[in-house]
């Protein structure tokens, strides 16, 4: 029993050994400025990735909106003309849209958010009016369409807890991250999209 044990330290003592020797790991002090940065941009890459996400839905919406539309031209009691001021309202959506720097101005979301309602609204009466659309191609992008947009306040709450908590740590950690240098020195807290909510 004693052989096993000791055969046990031994072998521990030597992967310890050879974690320290093969991988070269240095320790990080979790109290000093390296430690905050580490915090900090691991914060930033998840905000950034729950924008991503948040930007591709509203890619895709925008992308069965435009395949919608093509679909309904040629179908009896469509107006071609109003079909084509659809399609061209939604192509300037993209260019319309807030982007993380530009969305501290609450104005500028809601006026994306009223033009896509807007084209949405006179829409969903040409693209199925009483329920009824023209295809199963049209049917199917109604729904998703619908979806997309049941979905919008799910990401924003999801966006707003990730820039909250990146907040959260840079203003706890300003101080330490400043004596970085570089872009720490002008770190700014990302704004909300929380009505009424300070960054």
Known sequence: MKTVGLGLILL????????????KTVAVNPASAAASKLQLDALRDS????WRNMVESDDQKLALTRLLLRELHGQ?????AQLKALEQANARLKARRYDQATMSSSALI??????????LNALYPVAAPNGGAPTENARN???GIQQLDAGVVGFR??????????NNYLQLHGEELQSLGGKYVDLKPLPLFTIGAKP
Request: hydrophobic fraction near 35%.
């Open 12 to 23: 521990l003592g030597m992967a310890a050994s050879c974690k320290r020797d093969g991988a």
């Open 47 to 50: 905000v950034d990735v729950k």
């Open 76 to 80: 009896p009691g469509r107006s071609e």
């Open 110 to 119: 809601d006026q994306y958010d009223t033009a896509q309602d807007s084209l």
């Open 141 to 143: 992008f109604v729904e």
């Open 157 to 166: 709450v999801i966006y707003d807890d990730a820039a909250k908590r990146y």
